[in-house]
């Protein structure tokens, strides 16, 4: 079941947050750490109804942001897909334990949905560099390369996808 969080889960999300970064940092991926993502960044996107969470027998294995919000570095990708509006993912993460069981999938289906039922045309996202298994995940989801952007942890490669029409 995917549905928006509720601010009682925001302790549940940062041991998501931190069991993700720990197994990332693991790997040598130095994507997030104590000062990104924190509680008060996921207080504030669960009080504006952006955080979904992935909920399976009763437990919470994964959440996504769900936005319109672009960040200033956007500006410079030579995107594709310009008509219309469009719906950026954030934070995506999925706990370790339930890494490899279609979590993430589950979490970016539900994020095409809800850009056609609200009248999306494309999806755009970063993903770090360093981070082949998140690179690999939208790259098997369709979504195509735009460019890259470097922010504080590095350089991400920015993200596209239209969905104005349902892929098979």
């Known amino acids: 079941m995917i549905r928006k969080a509720t601010k009682r889960e925001v302790v549940r999300l940062m041991e998501i947050v931190r069991a993700a970064s720990a197994s990332m940092s693991a790997t040598g991926i130095d994507q997030w750490d104590e000062v990104y ?3 008060d960044v996921l207080k504030r996107d669960i009080a504006e109804g952006n ?5 399976e027998n009763k437990i919470v294995q994964g959440m996504v942001v769900l936005n319109d919000f672009q960040d200033k570095e956007y500006a410079e ?5 310009t008509n219309g509006k469009q719906l950026v993912v954030h934070r995506l993460c999925v706990h370790p334990d339930f890494q490899g069981m279609g ?18 045309a494309s999806i755009r996202l ?3 560099t360093q981070n082949p298994t998140s690179e690999g995940l939208y ?3 369709g979504y195509r390369k735009a460019g890259t952007v470097t922010f504080r942890k590095g350089v991400f490669y920015c993200f596209e996808k239209d ?5 098979l």
């Open 37 to 39: 993502p924190n509680a």
């Open 163 to 167: 969905v104005t029409c349902e892929q």
């Open 139 to 141: 790259t098997k989801l």
């Open 126 to 128: 970063d993903s770090f």
């Open 77 to 81: 990708i030579c995107w594709k897909y």
């Open 103 to 120: 979590v993430a999938k589950g979490l970016m289906a539900f994020a095409e949905a809800h850009a056609r039922k609200n009248g999306y």
């Open 51 to 55: 955080l979904y969470v992935l909920e």
